[in-house]
């Protein structure tokens, strides 16, 4: 399998649009001193970025190994070679992939709601307790957890 950096390219573009975006939204709806809000906003946005990128490179690093583990045990054995015209033989590593994308997605969104609701709640005025905050983050904890065994697996994990 062939690196490719598409990937990687989509996903720093993406998410330097996001933290522009969101930015350029905080200063524009309310002007003045937004330090707090926008050294929150780039923050979540390094971070996940740094996430995404980790987890392409697994991803990457996974296939490569398994590739590699293939051609070694074709070359053990050639009378039980298996073509697989360069496509997965195995349905188990496309449900491992579904569930692993599945994971990524809920931990950005976890992280995305756990960093972005109380400053939300504080610019409409809306006094978030400790209490209820931690209520909220409960149940997204296990709406994200339901996400990850019952979900449905993205479009581009499904073999």
């Known amino acids: 399998m062939k690196p490719t950096l598409v990937p990687y390219v989509t996903a720093v573009v993406a ?6 975006t969101g930015v350029v939204t905080v ?6 001193d937004n330090t707090l809000i926008i050294t929150a906003i780039l923050g979540f946005i390094t971070t996940t970025l ?13 296939a490569s190994v398994n590739g590699q583990m293939e051609e070694f045990k074709a070359a053990k054995s050639p009378g ?3 073509r697989t015209n360069g496509r997965t033989s195995c349905r188990n590593e496309a449900q491992m992939s579904g569930i692993l994308w599945r994971i990524l997605i809920a931990i950005v969104a976890c992280v995305l709601a756990f960093q972005l609701i109380p400053p ?3 610019i409409i005025g809306f006094d978030l307790s400790a209490d209820v905050m931690l209520v909220v983050r409960i149940c ?3 709406l994200a957890v339901l996400y990850i065994l019952r979900g449905a697996s993205p479009p581009w994990a499904r073999a």
């Open 15 to 20: 998410m330097v649009l996001i933290g522009v």
């Open 27 to 32: 200063q524009t709806v309310r002007p003045g």
């Open 140 to 142: 997204i904890a296990g």
């Open 120 to 122: 939300v709640c504080r």
């Open 50 to 62: 740094m996430a995404l990128l980790a987890f392409l490179k697994s991803n990457e690093t996974h």
């Open 80 to 82: 039980r070679r298996r």
